[in-house]
Nanobody, 124 residues
Framework: EVQLVESGGGMVQPGGSLRLSCVAS????????MTWVRQAPGKGRKWVSHINTGGSTTYYADSVKGRFTTSRDNAKNTLYLQMNSLKPEDTALYYC?????????????????WGQGTQVTVSS
């Protein structure tokens, strides 16, 4: 059974940092591109970042570029999202998801498995 379990969310002040983790199981993690998606209150899910299988290539939404860093440790079957200089508008439920083989990395419909999400709240 494929499972993705996020952790690391919480409440932080503007300008602060958080590191999210997503532990994968039930599939060969190193064979799949992975992605982070967030959903702000009352809004739809939006792509944040994705990373290729080996971790050598990453892409980011303009809204987080320069502040967020996605990485992975294939030996630990874990995906990470380092979030720095957090802003109130980063407040959202953050999900990791698996991009289906051959899928378009920025197309949410091409994500075939999702974690349960971890809440990030940025507030003073």
């Amino acid at each position: 059974e494929v499972q993705l379990v996020e952790s690391g969310g919480g409440m932080v002040q503007p300008g602060g940092s958080l590191r999210l983790s997503c532990v994968a199981s039930g599939f060969t993690f190193s064979n799949y591109d992975m992605t982070w998606v967030r959903q702000a209150p009352g809004k739809g899910r939006k792509w944040v970042s994705h990373i290729n299988t080996g971790g050598s290539t990453t892409y980011y939404a303009d809204s987080v570029k320069g502040r967020f860093t996605t990485s992975r440790d294939n030996a630990k079957n874990t995906l990470y999202l380092q979030m720095n200089s957090l802003k109130p508008e980063d407040t959202a439920l953050y999900y990791c998801a698996r991009i289906r083989l051959g899928g378009v990395p920025t197309r949410i419909d091409d994500y075939d498995y999702w974690g349960q999400g971890t809440q990030v709240t940025v507030s003073s």
